[in-house]
């Protein structure tokens, strides 16, 4: 049996079977990430609800395991050098990508692949969080609109360049990716903010259309939910 006690973080979330990946989460769009990857993978895990109150993400068993508090994150006692321990969504599709050899592609098709990830991780979800936080969370109240201004055509920019890259292709790097799993969940969640109609979101028909695909996956289906928020 896998020993993972040298991970703080099991004292709090202990693992039933130490033996499979271990992953610490909540269905967030950069939650989900993990979640659907492990689902598309058939890759054996364990996961653990994390919730983002303080007595979670800024208790001491979480941060030591990802010091920015932020989910999610793995632990894998299978690791290429023994267990290891990973936080970043980004950092754990390549992982997983890699060690599974699937949805990553080789050669060009890979550095592709990472580039829309990049593309995600740096742009996309970053702008669209903050399009969150001035349009339907506590910034919307603010009198000063310009930063909700900023980020509205900050997500309608990017939004632009989804559906631009989407008409010749039914996914964002060519075949179903780790990119897709990156940047899909953000663009569910501009339902969840209330911002769909602000950003003109029925006339972009490619990056609906590619939403729609990418909803239908069983394994989305499956991992959007994972783990359950009750």
């Known amino acids: 049996m896998s020993d993972l006690s040298h ?19 909540f269905p967030t769009p950069n939650g989900v990430k993990a979640s659907i990857m ?8 364990e996961v653990h609800k994390v919730t983002l109150s303080d ?45 599974t050899g699937k949805f990553i592609g080789s050669g060009a098709d890979k550095a592709k692949v990472i580039q829309w990830l990049m593309f995600q991780m740096g742009g996309v979800g970053p702008m669209f969080g903050q399009l969150g936080f001035f349009y339907k969370f506590a910034g919307s109240e603010w009198e000063d609109k310009r930063p909700q201004e900023r980020y509205i055509n900050e997500a309608k920019r990017l939004l632009g360049v989804i559906d631009g890259e989407l008409a010749n292709r039914d996914w964002i790097a060519g075949d179903y990716s780790i990119a897709d799993m990156a940047l899909a969940p953000w663009l569910r969640a501009l339902d969840f903010y ?24 069983p394994a989305v289906q499956r991992g959007l939910t994972i783990p359950s928020r009750d």
Request: proline share 9%; charged share 25%.
């Open 194 to 217: 209330g911002a769909k109609e602000v950003l003109g979101w029925d006339d972009h028909k490619n990056a609906v259309a590619y939403l729609d695909r990418f909803l239908e996956r």
């Open 38 to 45: 492990l689902e598309e993978t058939g890759l054996p895990y």
């Open 55 to 99: 007595a979670d993400v800024n208790s001491d068993a979480f941060l030591s395991l990802n010091p920015n508090n932020k989910i999610p994150a793995i632990v894998d006692p299978d690791g290429p050098d023994g267990p290891i321990g990973l936080f970043e969504s980004g950092a754990i599709l390549i992982y997983l990508a890699e060690k």
């Open 7 to 25: 991970f703080p973080i099991t004292e709090k979330w202990p693992a039933k079977d130490p033996a499979v990946l271990q992953l610490y989460s």
